[in-house]
């Protein structure tokens, strides 16, 4: 089987894997399934270096582990692990936001090219839009972010506001923002996608395009070289 393939070459299996963990840990309130979640989560960020066998990289993992495990033991690992999402959506929102910048190519850009070939991009419309497009998730991201902050500060009880023996100025009960943080916040971005490509197929309805299948298919396929990506365009 051709590295490409194994899920030891290809960790779309493995990222998938974190927001199920997450999810279940947040439904059957098991800390341990949520901290495997960001464990699985930290490893995915350190994966290149971790798979060189690089010291550095597997003593950084290790390290934080051994933190994690310190915060279990003093109670505090539930908000470290609603934090997880917050800072998900800030390094995702940079990631799309640092490619409009003059000279780059924007991310979604690369994703058309790595998914349907270079020519897609000459195709009318395709390279507009794909510069919206990726403004767009880098807003949306942010945006998503700021309001995971407000209601982790705001969660009563349990929140860090309420943790510093503060009064929230907009108290948001602990259910509403456990229920968004470790689910809602998916579902959202899942329905985004969804309606995004929905729209896409109108809004560029002279064109071709892959079916939904088809391009999750390819990004699965495809998703060593996206992540490699580049930064500069060509």
């Known amino acids: 089987m051709s590295e490409s393939r194994r899920p030891g070459g290809r960790p779309l299996p493995l990222l998938l894997a974190y927001p199920l963990l997450a999810v279940a840990g947040a439904l059957t309130h098991r800390q341990g399934l949520s901290l495997a979640a960001l464990a699985l989560l930290l490893g995915l960020l350190l994966w290149p270096a971790l798979r060189r066998g690089r010291p550095g990289a597997w003593l950084l993992w290790l390290g934080l582990l051994g933190a994690m495990a310190v915060l279990a033991a003093r109670d505090l690992a539930a908000l470290a692990l609603d934090a997880v999402p917050l800072a998900l959506n800030l390094l995702l929102a940079w990631i799309f936001g640092r490619t409009l910048r003059a000279g ?14 270079t020519p897609r991009l000459a195709m009318p419309g395709i390279v507009r839009y794909a510069r919206q497009l990726t403004a767009f998730w880098a807003v949306l991201l942010a945006a998503q972010a700021l309001v995971l902050g407000v ?18 100025p907009w108290p948001v009960p602990q259910a509403w923002v456990q229920a968004y943080v470790h689910v809602g916040v998916y579902l959202l971005l899942a329905a985004v996608f969804v309606l995004e490509y929905l729209y896409r197929r109108w809004h560029l309805r002279h064109l071709p395009h892959l079916g939904l299948h088809a391009l999750l298919h390819r990004l699965a396929l495809r998703w060593p070289q996206l992540i490699r990506g580049r930064n500069r365009a060509p």
């Open 104 to 117: 780059w190519q924007p991310l979604v850009e690369q994703f058309i090219e790595a998914i349907e070939g």
């Open 151 to 168: 209601m982790l500060f705001c969660q009563v009880p349990g929140g860090v506001l309420a943790r510093l023996g503060v009064a929230p």
